[in-house]
């Protein structure tokens, strides 16, 4: 008889494993948790809202048969994390911790206020690092092997306009996974992060996506799609799995292109869509091209 089979992965991969996901009952940690879910593993998601995590947890009881925990817990206090943390590890603690939550928004930076600017940073980067360091200190003293995965943007690579926050958060984050990475390593703990592009979600995408003539503009994508939520779900079982034991201190993108050709030549975004005609007007023109 094969082996169980679950989106290329044996059905067990993440058996014997449990998971904390933060922002986890909606959008891409939603995502993520149901897989890891599938694969074996015991889940508690976190988030500020109950009411969201009840239906999502409920969802996944249903669906899978195991309980999940949920826990409030506003990631912007150091105290409410660590009081969660408590929770958690009163029930098993986690082996995997997906820093997911964040916040974003698009405006002019120089007309940010103090408080705007907060509102990310604290979650995203202070909030972040409050849980790594929770849970990497209470994995240290009890000698536990782990694994740390942290949902970034393409902006920690290159930056981004009018989402300077964010983007100012994220590349703190990368730069946590990567000094982590050398100075947990000797404890068994390991640090990945995934960067995506275009995963839309519908409340990121309310935030993010400015429209034109009521159409969404067009992102640049050279595989002209966006990501399915489930590619990014299996990339983050893969790396959070026993799979990946020899990797760490890596942010890994999966952006179907995007950043390359944003750092192509200008015209390229439109060179991908000529046709043979268009190519070979183009030929025609070059010194030396018959006549």
Known sequence: MGRMMTGGFEKNLL???????????????????????????????CGRRLEVLQAT???????????????ICDIRSAEAVEAMMDRVWAQGGPDILVNNAAGNFIAQSHKLSARALDAVLNTCLHGTAYCTIAAGRRWIETKRPAVVLSILTLSALHGSAFTLPNAMSKAGIDAMTKSLAVEWG???IRLVAV???????????????????????DPGVPLRR?????????????????????????TIVIDGAKRWLAGSRAGVSQM?????????RQRASMPGARK
Request: aromatic share 8%.
């Open 57 to 71: 947890a409920r969802e996944f009881e249903q669906a899978f048969g195991r309980p999940v925990q949920i826990e």
């Open 186 to 188: 000797l404890h068994g």
């Open 15 to 45: 058996s014997g494993k449990r998971a904390l996901i933060t922002g986890g009952g909606t959008g891409l940690g939603k995502a993520i948790g149901r897989r890891y879910l599938e694969l074996g593993a015991d889940l508690a998601i």
């Open 226 to 250: 966006d990501g399915r939520h489930d590619e990014l779900a299996d990339l983050c079982a893969f790396v959070v799995s026993d799979l990946a034991g020899y990797v760490t201190g890596e």
């Open 195 to 217: 960067a995506p592009g275009n995963f839309p979600t519908e409340g990121a995408s309310a935030r993010l996506t400015p429209t034109a003539g009521g159409a969404p503009i």
């Open 272 to 280: 991908l869509d000529w046709s043979d005609e268009d190519w070979a």
